[in-house]
């Protein structure tokens, strides 16, 4: 493990030494979407031609409305299922994304679990190791069969102890990809990824949450060159999206590392992380409008919704 983290950390400095050249391009990187009612003309900043974005997700079972029309080939969308089905006859998500792909959507992967390791205080869907399991084998594993690829619960960054009872308890899961979550700085970055690859060798990592929270813009903007461009080098990394898409002022993890002004303008990460080049427009939270976490519970809140719609029918 010493020598791999000795290795990661040469390859984050040869990333770093490269930042200061040009910012390249990647395919591997993804819109952890939340909805922002009150400016839908950012949606389409994100998929503008010759963004970078292939792939979403929107911690639901059903694409946004905004993007639903964009073919799968295009924009990807991935489904979560977030959380415990709500009763026994809840079969709601192996059942929507069943017909999505019987309605010629090619749905080739789906994201497990959202911080079960987590409260619901903080996002985390609270969920027992058992509990999990169970779930997983009702309404997860049958994908498989339909040709999805099976991403792990996402669990926190202090929640490798949770993954790894899951993985001993669900001997019969199929575990294609391991998506993790992490916001700090760049050496527990390190550590983290280091970890769970030496853990788990040979499965494939996604980074479907990250950032460096309520700091100073040039750290942001290091953390986030030295990630990213570390993150499109490494082979065993098949995907990552950056948690900062919306505007500044609609933050819960600090202005800096946002995609957007408060005036919906691309910052220099927003940008970068589309593709192109600094465009210097400074993020801020002069006049902050509403919290991005609470857009985060109104999508739970859907979830629930569609979960109490679907056991009516």
Known sequence: MRHHHQLLSVLFLASSAFSQVAFSSSAKRGLPFVPSPQFPQDNQIRVEPGSDLTWFYNYMWAPSPEFSA????????????????????????????????????????????????????????????????????????????????????????????????????????TIDFIPLH????????????????????????????????????????????????????????????????????????????????QDGKLTDIGSWYLGGAATNNVPSVASKIYSIRTDIWVVVILVMVMNLFWLMV
């Open 70 to 173: 964009i073919a799968q080939s295009h924009f990807e969308y991935v489904p979560m299922i977030w959380g415990a089905p709500a009763n026994d006859d809840d079969w709601n998500f192996l059942n929507n994304v069943t017909d999505m792909i019987k309605e010629g959507r090619n749905i080739s992967h789906m994201l497990g679990f959202n911080e079960p390791d987590g409260p619901w205080s903080q996002g985390g869907s609270n969920m027992s190791v058992s509990s999990a399991v169970e779930a997983w084998m009702r309404e997860i594993e049958p994908l498989k069969k339909l040709g999805v690829k099976l991403g792990a619960p996402a669990v926190t960054q202090r929640g490798q102890d949770w993954l790894a009872q899951f993985m001993a308890a669900c001997l019969n899961c």
């Open 182 to 261: 992490y916001y700090g700085n760049l050496s527990g970055f390190q550590d983290l990824v280091s970890r769970v690859h030496t853990t788990y060798p040979n499965i494939k990592l996604w980074i479907n949450e990250f950032g460096f929270d309520h700091v100073a813009l040039q750290p942001t903007q290091e953390f986030f060159n030295d990630t990213t461009q570390f993150l499109d080098s490494a082979d065993y990394i098949e995907r990552y999206s950056w948690f900062g898409t919306f505007r500044s002022n609609a933050s819960n993890v600090g202005p800096n590392g946002c995609m957007l002004t």
